[in-house]
């Protein structure tokens, strides 16, 4: 199946409401994915229902997250529990000429399904690629877990089969009575963005991804300023 071709939705997946914002196809699905270092897994145990933040990196098609071996959350998911797993990036907040019309620009993903184990031979990479995730060329400057550190951690995985995502953009949708209205409309965009790094140590000097992320954060400042 291409990136690009959809999926068919199921009675979980399907958009209703405002249905033409519902995306189906693997382009969007990943590129929210890959936006995202954190995720909320909704899960029901014996104590009732939790929706639990965690760390987050795809690879191919599948979501990954890992913990101690410890995590509720992670035996339970482990052990093949459906589980609901969603994203959401807010672009902007739209302001409307009336209060009721007021909403937001976002892109979002929702992913049911069940989590399957890492097996003990792929852990490692499967990290290393994590450690890549949040800075490209880590794998190869940071100590690797060694045996004690794997053998406590837990990493699952879960297929991209189920999965919707919803997006909105552009600006207010007023009521056609109210466009008349004396009152500021428009969009106030918002955006994560990166910030200096702040140094604990660097005997080897600056690594390219540290530079890279600071020049990014220089050039948002400077925006900034100039905006």
């Not at 969007?28 to 965690?54: K, S």
């Not at 071996?69 to 994203?87: F, I, W």
């Not at 049911?112 to 184990?117: K, S």
């Not at 699952?156 to 409309?185: I, Q, S, Y």
Request: proline residues 7%.
């Amino acid at each position: 199946m291409s990136t690009t071709e959809p999926t068919s939705p199921t009675a979980r997946t399907r958009v209703r409401r405002v249905a033409h914002r519902g995306h189906y196809d693997r382009t969007t699905l990943h590129a929210i994915l890959d936006e995202a270092y954190v995720c909320h897994i909704a899960f029901a145990d014996e104590h009732g229902v939790h929706c639990i933040p965690t760390a987050c990196w795809r690879e191919g098609d599948h979501l990954y997250i890992h913990g101690s071996n410890g995590s509720r959350m992670l035996k339970l998911a482990g052990s093949g529990a459906q589980v609901c797993v969603t994203v959401t990036h807010i672009d902007g907040l739209v302001l409307a000429r009336s209060a009721f019309n007021h909403s937001m620009n976002y892109r979002s993903a929702v992913i049911y399904g069940a989590f399957e184990v890492v097996p003990e031979a792929q852990k490692a990479a499967v990290l290393d690629t994590f450690m890549e995730v949040l800075a490209p060329g880590r794998s190869r400057q940071a100590r690797p877990g060694n045996a004690k550190e794997l053998a406590a951690t837990t990493v699952l995985r879960m297929p991209l089969n189920e999965a919707a995502c919803k997006v909105r953009t552009g600006g207010p949708k007023d009521d056609a009575e109210d466009l008349g209205l004396p009152v500021w409309a428009g969009v106030l965009p918002m955006a994560l963005l990166p910030l200096p790094p702040v140094v604990e140590a660097a005997p080897g000097g600056t690594p390219d991804y540290v530079q890279e992320w600071r020049d990014s954060a220089r050039a948002q400042a400077v925006g900034a300023v100039m905006s």
